[in-house]
């Protein structure tokens, strides 16, 4: 049977794909497929995680996040396509002082945008201080004419930053499960009862359990794809930008 790797789903991914496991495993006889005590354990976790996904989607500070995040990826994206404008410009000047200023900006990854939280705000912050303090790039900016840009960069990074940390207080401030627990303990119930089925399979006669088995099989190479092709490619969907997502392992991008 193929396995989910599950420590590459977001939280939403995660949470979903128990849903989808608990819905084919609801769609039979649990009682007579001895498989009671493991499918409850799991849905009862799965409930907890849920109802823990949908308060964090729900904060306010968490939608401010989200914003901000759009507004400082905006603000970089557009340096970073005049500056790529630049490199065609009829004076060398021009694209002598864009070759610095990307040449530094690529020092510190190919995808700023789709790092993790944490990461791009220190990345941005990074970078701007080499921007400001080095004097060749601060010729580079001045030549470019990117001064406004950079101001609304920094202006960006800094809000998200003071909102990140004003949501870390607040969770301080309400104490619960965390994500990190819950996908734990989660996973454990998901393997626990996996390891039932395919038992079951086995050494049983029942050919359900030989049929959850290739379900299984079936959904976790379906959620490995998808998520193997996102990572990938880089992409994200609306969804993937909330802070729930981008501090569930700080590894996710934002």
């Known amino acids: 049977m193929e396995n989910p790797t599950l420590d590459r789903y977001r939280n939403s991914e995660f949470l ?106 220190a990345v941005i912050d990074s970078m701007l201080s080499d921007w400001e303090t080095e004097t060749d790039l601060a010729n580079a900016i001045t030549t470019t004419a990117l001064t406004d840009w950079i101001a609304e960069l920094k202006t960006a990074n800094e809000a998200f930053n003071d909102r990140y940390l004003a949501r870390i207080s607040e969770s301080a401030a309400n104490p619960a499960t965390s994500f990190t627990s819950l996908r734990e303990d989660t996973t454990d119930a998901y393997k626990t009862l996996t390891a039932h089925v395919e038992a079951h399979a086995t050494l049983g006669s029942n050919a359900t359990h030989q049929e959850l088995v290739n379900e299984f099989s079936v959904l976790a190479k379906q959620y490995n794809l998808t998520v193997g092709l996102r990572l990938s490619s880089g992409s994200t969907e609306t969804e993937s930008s909330s802070a729930s997502d981008s501090s569930e392992t700080e590894e996710d991008q934002s």
């Open 16 to 121: 979903q794909y128990m849903k989808d496991v608990l819905e084919l495993v609801n769609a039979n006889d649990v009682d007579v497929l001895q498989l009671t005590a493991q499918r409850d354990a799991l849905a009862t976790l799965t409930s907890q995680m849920d109802n823990l996904f949908q308060q964090e989607q729900s904060s306010g500070i968490t939608q401010e996040l989200i914003e901000l995040d759009a507004r400082r990826d905006k603000a970089f994206m557009g340096i970073k396509a005049n500056l790529e404008a630049y490199n065609y410009h009829y004076d060398e000047r021009f694209q002598s002082a864009a070759r610095s200023l990307l040449f530094n900006m690529n020092n510190y990854g190919s995808n700023i945008p789709r790092m993790n939280y944490q990461a791009e705000t």
